[in-house]
DNA sequence: GTCTATACAACGATAGAC
DNA sequence: GTCTATCGTTGTATAGAC
């Protein structure tokens, strides 16, 4: 099942929330989904709504403090479950980190080549590559900070899970650079270095939400700028 | 006390390293002149060798695993001192993470307006300042790394003073291109959003520094790269 | 100035009642 | 399916010997 209501490709973050058939809610429904039968809860209604409260909760508070400086008497007031409720969800502390991890990133590819597999040139897969990933992150902002934050806490397997869907979306960017320089749209030959800084400004704005906020920069104006930014780098014109 | 031992600005990184009178052993010394006579422990040399040794492993193990993973009993294993030792140098595990934090940034301002102040025109200044920057986090990159890994951590007065510092680095890039939009030597005005896009920059530089140390990418390159990215935007031509 | 020994709170995790 | 009660461990911090 795709995370893609529609095809289409959207060009405003008003449409691109609407097309994404995503939620906390929906994802709620995919951990318990991928816990299958080792889950203890089997009332789907029941668990769903839990496993979401949890992960708003873990969320929420890891976001704020830290996930080492959460401690499950903290979810559990936060979410009203008793400690031994919690322990229906979650096999322990550590599994819980990477539960969000994993479900959180396996959306961001999937939404990314979607959107970027509807252009044709390179310019413009780029373009949407970026507004795609910006709009993306707005949408789902505490599961991105997190992802950033705590992937170096994970346990050696997860980790390196989380080290190469990071450097995936950096090679799905550098590959896009590439081929503009071979079909000679971009006048610029920096691919490697180009993609990493991309990805920097891309980070920034789930890194810094609360500072783009409180100077009314809305995501529409930052995709602009980014796109404006990296264009004139690499010589591209800025309506394609 | 400046931390620039020559006030000629150096061009280059290996320059930039020897003018700069930081070490780690220095801040040490800092530290402890700022415990002043609340230290415990009178005997400088002493104190200063063991503080030093505090502020190592605490950004060894914390970069690591995070501070609030970092327990004082990994932090007593690691610098060789007993439990009751540590104790004598720090007045609780808060303080210390405030301690890295106050002292690391201290010298971050004053470095940057230092070699700033000598150049003359907008994209000068600019150009300096982004070099400066990157070759700082390149020497101090633990401190770097720590800060803005753990500032969210702090209590309120410290996290207050962190996020300040933060605002004070970026605001003097903003007034620079303030400056270079109204001396028309830039072609943009987008300042606000430019300072904060350079930022993102700067911090990539030591937030993925394995990253770049992998893919064999020097500060020096990687600051032309900004530099150039930055200046394409501006509309600034190279060589300044 | 540094150590050992220890106090005491908070943690993750589990068992068994309901 | 969820709760209460409790286990053993680990954490920060301190007192007093040396």
Known sequence: MSVVADSAAPDSFTAFKECLAISEHHIAQQIWAAGGAGSKVKNEAVAVANIDKIVRATLKLANKKGFAATSLRDLSTETGLSMGGLYAYISGKDELAALIQHHGRAIVIDVLSQYMGIETTAAAKL???????????????????????????????????????????????????????????????????????????????????????????????????????????LGVGKDV
Chains 1, 2 share one sequence.
């Open 127 to 233: 373009r949407a590559g970026i507004r795609a990933h910006l709009f993306l992150s707005e949408v789902l902002q505490p599961w991105f900070f997190f992802g950033f934050m705590e992937a170096r806490h994970l346990a050696k397997p997860q980790k390196a899970a989380a080290i190469e869907s990071e450097q995936e979306t950096e090679t799905l960017f550098r590959e896009l650079m590439l081929a503009g320089e071979k079909s000679a749209e971009f006048s610029v030959n920096d691919a490697e270095l180009s993609a990493a800084m991309l990805k920097a400004l891309l980070q920034d704005w789930y890194l810094k939400r609360g500072k783009y906020r409180r100077r009314n920069i809305d995501v529409e104006r930052y995709a602009d700028q980014v796109v404006a930014l990296l264009f004139s780098h």
